[in-house]
């Protein structure tokens, strides 16, 4: 709890980039989040906000059992952790078990490397699940455009839209690493990184 309380003092934006923010924004209270590559339960997280002040259900992977601990002695997160490998797993078949609906509200796709997060972000859309918002890991300032290409064809193939572009990690604007996607039925005009940053975002800090 010591630990919990240090990082909530010094760190309470908790995701890299506002990903949470961007959830709560589009999707609101008491919606529901896919998460792919779920590391540890506070740090960096992109759901833990979302699960702890904002009331959202929703399901994690993460196959590194090193957090495990983590997790088991993180009191605030409630919601299921699936430890296994991530193309392990029936996304059709996991979602109807749970009882949630097809339509979730957020897909945080973040596994390593690159071209694993491409792979299994196409798994989980030809599994007949649609979200209202996906944040997707390219790690382009590393490995070039290659998968941020790929991606953005293919989630625009699949009635996704850019929502999102050039983010970066926290203020390293020289780190694009990922892009934001929201559904074709969202109204929501796209937007640079640092724009959006500057109006929603800025002081890195997560607000209601």
């Known amino acids: 709890m010591r630990l919990f309380n240090f990082l909530k003092e010094?760190?309470?934006d908790f995701s890299q980039s506002g990903q949470d923010q961007f959830a709560f924004n589009i999707s609101g209270s008491n919606g529901i989040y896919?998460?792919?590559g779920a590391h540890d339960p506070i740090i960096n997280s992109n759901t833990f906000?979302?699960?702890v002040q904002c009331n959202w259900k929703g399901i994690s992977i993460e196959y590194d059992t090193s957090f495990k601990k983590s997790w088991e002695n993180c009191e605030q997160r409630k919601n299921d952790v699936i430890w296994d490998n991530a193309f392990n797993i029936d996304y059709s078949l996991l979602i109807k078990q749970k009882k949630l609906p097809n339509k979730l509200n957020?897909?945080?796709?973040d596994i390593e490397p690159a071209e694993n997060t491409f792979k299994i972000l196409k798994?989980?859309?030809n599994s007949n699940l649609e979200f209202d918002y996906i944040s997707f890991e390219h790690d382009k300032y590393n490995i070039g455009n290659k998968y941020e290409t790929l991606s953005t064809e293919?989630?625009?193939n699949n009635n996704y839209k850019i929502a999102i572009k050039d983010v970066y990690s926290r203020n390293k604007k020289y780190k694009i690493y990922e892009t934001w996607f929201v559904h074709n039925k969202?109204?929501?005009k796209g937007l640079n990184y640092s724009n959006w940053k500057k109006e929603f975002y800025k002081d890195d800090k997560f607000c209601l």
């Not at 957020?106 to 796709?109: F, G, H, K, P, Q």
């Open 186 to 188: 969202i109204n929501f």
């Open 154 to 156: 293919f989630l625009e």
């Open 49 to 51: 906000n979302l699960e």
């Open 106 to 109: 957020y897909l945080s796709c």
């Open 34 to 36: 896919l998460e792919i």
């Open 123 to 125: 798994k989980i859309i």
């Open 10 to 12: 010094k760190n309470n």
